[in-house]
């Protein structure tokens, strides 16, 4: 049943452990990278994140960093991925573990008392349709990553595909999609016609560098990137967007304010990180 909700953002997703380049294992998912967006958001904004209690030290400079903004809950296992780059741009994925589910009782554990919840799944099993439709049911705006559509949930060398059920699509208020990801959901380039189809009603896909589209009723509308920043690891920025796109739209800004607000936060923090600042 729809409840009293205060205006902002919940963020849920599992952690991940990723290994890039074949370095140590270092904090993935979108938990480890969206607490910089809600903060600079100013809105009320909250993220809860799953992952093995064994596995949690990972994670603690995190949760000492952003506090009671972030919560852990324990879960059987820890999603895990290797991450491989030829250059910047260009990525090869493997997935090691495949991460918990999120059904009624996670739900209820997190208890997310915002006006938006965004799920930010790391494989196509992570939040199953009827998870969504409780969410909506008790009254949230549900955004979501669109990289949980494409995802297939299999171990080694990562699966891209269209065999996701229509069922996610439903509930949906906001969708994110990756340039690559809108590819495959749309078989073939992605445009105003591939939207319709879908039938979320606000859907962004983005193109890097480039900016982004965002598709409404209203039609579709390009919002270029605040700046480029070139020669730096982009390894989060694309949950970092998504985190402050959505907690703009919490705030009350229009879909292209919340657009060129997300794209001059990820511009920054991509500037702090290839100067060796300030890590994602």
């Known amino acids: 049943m729809p409840r009293d909700l205060v205006n902002g953002v919940t963020?849920?997703?599992?952690?991940?452990?990723?290994?890039?380049n074949g370095g140590p294992a270092s904090p993935g998912g979108?938990?480890?990278?969206?607490?910089?967006?809600?903060?600079a958001s100013g809105g009320a904004g909250r993220i809860v994140a799953m992952g093995a209690e064994a596995d949690h030290a990972l994670f603690d400079a995190l949760c000492q960093r952003f506090g009671d903004m972030i919560q852990v809950l324990p879960a059987d296992r820890t999603s895990a991925f290797h991450l491989d780059y030829d250059d910047i741009d260009h990525r090869h994925m493997a997935v090691d573990e495949i991460g918990p589910v999120w059904g009624a009782a996670e739900i209820e554990a997190?208890?997310?008392?915002?006006?938006?919840?965004?799920?930010?799944?790391?494989?196509r099993t992570d939040f199953p349709a009827e998870t969504l439709a409780l969410l909506s049911a008790r009254g949230h705006r549900v955004a979501y990553d669109g990289q949980g559509l494409v995802r297939a949930d299999r171990r080694g060398p990562l699966v891209?595909?269209?065999?996701?059920?229509?069922?996610?699509?439903?509930?949906?208020?906001?969708?994110?999609?990756?340039?690559?990801e809108?590819?495959?959901?749309?078989?073939?380039?992605?445009?105003?016609?591939?939207?319709?189809?879908?039938?979320?009603?606000?859907?962004v896909v983005t193109y890097g560098s480039e900016g982004c589209h965002i598709y409404t009723e209203g039609g579709v509308i390009h919002v270029p990137a605040a700046w480029r920043v070139l020669d730096v690891q982009t390894t989060g920025a694309g949950d970092m967007f998504t985190a402050s796109y959505v907690a703009n739209r919490a705030a009350g800004a229009d879909p292209r304010r919340a657009a060129e607000q997300a794209s001059k936060l990820v511009a920054s923090e991509l500037d702090k990180r290839r100067v060796g600042s300030v890590p994602l």
Do not use: M, Q, Y
């Open 30 to 39: 979108c938990a480890s990278f969206a607490g910089t967006a809600l903060e």
């Open 110 to 123: 997190a208890d997310p008392d915002t006006t938006w919840v965004h799920l930010a799944p790391l494989l």
């Open 160 to 180: 891209e595909d269209r065999h996701f059920s229509a069922d996610l699509l439903t509930h949906l208020d906001v969708l994110k999609l990756a340039e690559d």
């Open 182 to 203: 809108a590819v495959v959901v749309a078989d073939g380039p992605f445009d105003a016609e591939a939207a319709e189809r879908l039938g979320v009603p606000e859907i």
């Open 11 to 20: 963020i849920l997703g599992n952690l991940a452990i990723d290994i890039i």
